[in-house]
């Protein structure tokens, strides 16, 4: 994958690299904010999405899997590490 990068002349960009396990605050899809409530979860970064430019994430209430594409990542901060 890299010499079809070095051939063509570019290097690829490693900006849509993220730490594995690191917490995120992910936004709440339009149907589910509310004006007074919070307008982000927080998750854990668990890995890319298959079939699109998107990261997948696991929510730390209720342990459920989703996919966004924007998200802030705190790659210093582990929130699963305690619980190993």
């Given at each position: 994958?890299?010499m079809k ?9 490693l900006n ?69």
């Amino acid at each position: 994958m890299f010499m079809k990068f070095k051939n063509e002349g570019y290097s690829p960009s490693l900006n849509y690299l993220r730490e594995w396990g690191c917490l995120a605050k992910v936004g709440l899809a339009d149907p589910k904010k509310t004006n007074i409530g919070p307008k982000t979860y927080d998750c854990v970064f668990i890995g890319y999405a298959q079939n699109s430019a998107a990261y997948r994430f696991m929510s730390l209430s209720d342990h459920s899997i989703s996919e966004a594409r924007d998200a802030e990542f705190f790659e210093h901060v582990f929130s699963l590490k305690k619980d190993l």
